[in-house]
T-cell receptor, first 109, second 117 residues
Framework: AQRVTQPEKLLSVFKGAPVELKCNYS??????LFWYVQYSRQRLQLLLRHISRESIKGFTADLNKGETSFHLKKPFAQEEDSAMYYCALLSLSNYQLIWGAGTKLIIKP | NAGVMQNPRHLVRRRGQEARLRCSPM?????VYWYRQLPEEGLKFMVY????????ESGMPKERFSAEFPKEGPSILRIQQVVRGDSAAYFC???????????????FGEGSRLTVL
């Protein structure tokens, strides 16, 4: 079964602390994974995709096929990082995204 | 390119009335997706459409909900005989052709917030 799991519904860390948002997937094939972010009162937008291998706003995510994970990390959290984060997997059978339930990240001052 | 446009941004309906939500995709996009977000909940897929075709409606409630994406004009999500549980934010997204290097990249609207009294 194709599935994306974000085990934490809510994650709260202090400003300046490292942050890791967990994402695990189940997919038979070569996965293409994404992180989307929704800041307060803004539209959902693409943050990064694993094939780009880039760092956006200080965030990185590494695909770990052995652990079937795609955790989103940032070494030093900023208050403006507070948002809802969604991990998504592209199903190559129908080119649709399979979404995780989302993690609400709160950065405390 | 104005991006994905949704209207109305806010809609208030009484129980039993109908709600119509509209979505104009980005220019050049022929794929539209509708999602629902309940308060304090994550994003839930509802339906995926291409022009004049429903591709996947596995997330749509079987009753009272329908969606269309006509050849001309915006995509419409229609909710008949609304109930309080329909109160949510409804997001539309569009995408370029789904295969190719930009597959998986969705562009979202700002959402339509439905309140059922």
């Amino acid at each position: 079964a194709q599935r994306v799991t974000q085990p934490e519904k809510l994650l709260s860390v202090f400003k300046g602390a490292p942050v890791e948002l967990k994402c695990n997937y189940s997919y038979s094939g070569s996965p293409e994974l994404f992180w989307y972010v929704q800041y307060s009162r803004q539209r959902l937008q693409l943050l990064l995709r694993h094939i780009s291998r880039e760092s956006i706003k200080g965030f990185t995510a590494d695909l770990n096929k052995g652990e079937t994970s795609f955790h989103l990390k940032k070494p030093f959290a900023q208050e403006e990082d507070s948002a809802m984060y969604y991990c998504a997997l592209l199903s190559l059978s129908n080119y649709q995204l399979i979404w995780g339930a989302g993690t609400k990240l709160i950065i405390k001052p | 390119n104005a991006g994905v446009m949704q209207n109305p941004r806010h809609l208030v309906r009484r129980r039993g009335q109908e709600a119509r939500l509209r979505c104009s995709p980005m220019k050049g996009h022929s794929h539209v997706y509708w999602y629902r977000q309940l308060p304090e909940e994550g994003l839930k897929f509802m339906v995926y459409l291409q022009k004049e075709n429903i591709i996947d409606e596995s997330g749509m409630p079987k009753e009272r909900f329908s969606a269309e994406f006509p050849k001309e004009g915006p995509s419409i999500l229609r909710i008949q005989q609304v109930v309080r549980g329909d109160s949510a934010a409804y997001f539309c997204a569009s995408s370029p052709p789904t295969s190719g290097p930009r597959a998986g990249e969705l562009f979202f609207g700002e959402g339509s917030r439905l309140t059922v009294l």
